[in-house]
């Protein structure tokens, strides 16, 4: 399976090193938006291509995995592309997620492609958690936590706050929430009583310092919600200390069964991730590897995680997974 | 949708109760090898009939659930009543279900129905764990941890024994393993380091308690290869205590990414049931609401909850979904 990368930033990257983990795909080829000389793969001798030329490379490409950014590229680039190639992304602005399906949908069905959205661990395999607690459960309460982790929105706001000239900031799901939920209490959680959050800055020099905490903390949709830890550190330390990109999160499930709905029932699905977006492209591979599949199989049209089969992310057969997996 | 329920033990009766938080069910019938007099629904008005009947209900059921049990029940009438109906089985003898799955396919095809064998947590929602989470981190580790929870066939074995009145088994992971793997250690670990296994016992009056701790802690396959522990209390404390039959267990699955293969992930769900039936029947009509769908749709044969696109699960459209769930 011939897999191209459109975008080689972390996300295509991670997509570049997943590939070298299934033995059943070769990475094609990298287009990029840049110049392609200013490109260097991390893999020997795979040609790196400009977007202008990328409806020549429908022959070298099974599956584009489109690795760019929700706000304003994926909405263009994966119904336009979804003319040339199978096509899968990560969109993760889940208010316009139907919105981006019905675009890309039309365009996939019109061309024969099979193309699949939102598609990573939130949106992705947090939706599939949701999914199946929802329907196994159907009398609960769903819960979803995120972190530890970088958030790379707010991240980007802290570092654009006067006198900042480093910043990462980290989503914390709060200890005694999750403890309440796992216990089955069911409880009613605040935005402030869900996650908190901590940045950790490298000032200018001479920066006022109680200004930029004080205009983080109360930074409106950001940080006003929630509580927040501003710690003011040195280039140095956040070199050594801040360079990674985790994350993770919980998704639960609670519910009651029995005539008197009289049993409780807990399930928890949780990651912690050291690469964010290594792991993003780990699950999108998986999934390209099932759209390829339906693709061959003659199906077009736009997917999402809860349309594929999980017996076709696999590289194994029926009767493998079955005596083995099951 | 209509459901009929063959066998009306612990699981048929987590059937039962089910069916009443699924708005678009209903129970349509119980059908029992003993004689139909003697069962009392707890859903007034719910006719029972006779297994000698089946023949003559096709047109009251969609889908059939067959509640027997693995060893010797299920091998026989899930082929025997895909011949009739729609049918889900929960077959839990790992080593037998490539056999079973067989029949059970061979069957199903010829007559037009849909079955789903070996549905509910394990095999089942642990199943699932398992083949995302080899899908999306191929090079990694697998781990299932069960409990704290009864197992019914060690309690069986217990009460088996000499001089035992009555006895419960509870199969408990052991927490230092569960951390090294939740740290992504990846500990090689032996059967005994996995899990514990403690009984509570009811001897009989004038009992040998040392005989039967001693002839429990060296039964060969169930407890030989573990540390077990045996308490003797009394019927008293046994009903207040031991009367549930409560579960549950962990799946992990760990694994590297990077170009070096630098960066850990760990995956990790649980679940903590009050009740094995009766989530394992709410599991097992989840999946019957996909293979009524997929009956609709004209497929026929066999399939696993890895066949089933999640999607197929819900009561929700493809729109609630992306809406709601992504």
């Known amino acids: 399976m011939k897999v191209g990368i459109l975008g080689y930033g972390n996300l295509g990257k991670g997509v570049e090193s997943a590939i070298r983990q299934n033995d ?10 840049r110049d392609p000389k200013s490109i260097t793969p991390a893999t020997e001798g795979v040609e790196v291509y400009s977007v202008e030329d990328i409806e020549k490379l429908q022959d070298k490409i099974d599956v584009l995995v ?3 950014g929700s706000a304003t590229d994926l909405p263009e680039q994966t119904p336009e592309y979804a003319k040339y190639f199978n096509v899968i992304d990560s969109f993760d602005t889940h208010a316009r997620i139907p ?11 019109e061309n024969g492609h099979v193309a699949l959205i939102s598609c990573g661990w939130d949106p992705g395999m947090f939706s599939l958690m949701r999914l199946y607690g929802a329907s196994v459960l159907p009398e609960g309460q769903d819960y979803t936590f995120w972190g530890k982790g970088v958030s790379q929105g707010h991240s980007d706001a802290i570092r654009r706050v006067e006198g900042v000239k480093n910043g990462k900031q980290y989503t914390i799901p709060v200890e005694e929430a999750l403890e309440a939920v796992r216990k089955g209490e069911n409880p009613q959680l605040t935005t402030r009583q869900k996650h908190t959050r901590e940045c950790f800055i ?10 930029i905490e004080e205009t983080i903390k109360t930074m409106p949709n950001y940080f ?12 140095e330390e956040f070199d050594a200390n801040h360079a990674g990109i985790p994350h993770g999160g919980f998704v639960f ?11 409780k029932h807990v399930i928890e699905y949780s990651l912690k991730l050291d690469s964010n977006p290594e792991f993003t492209s780990s699950v999108i591979l998986s999934f390209a590897r099932a759209i390829n599949r339906l693709s061959e199989e003659g199906v077009s049209g736009c997917k999402t995680v809860f349309d594929i089969a999980p017996a ?13 997996m099951l």
């Open 66 to 68: 489109l690795c760019g």
């Open 312 to 324: 076709y992310l696999s590289p194994m057969s029926g009767d493998e997974l079955r005596a083995k």
């Open 99 to 109: 919105e981006h399906f019905a675009n890309v949908d039309r365009v996939a069905k």
């Open 24 to 33: 059943d795909m070769e990475l094609s080829c990298i287009i990029t938006r």
């Open 253 to 263: 499930r609670t519910g009651v069964t029995g005539l008197n709905k009289e049993h």
């Open 202 to 211: 490298v000032p200018e020099e001479g920066a006022d310092l109680a200004k």
């Open 224 to 235: 006003a919600d929630y509580d927040t830890t501003v710690h003011f550190i040195s280039q």
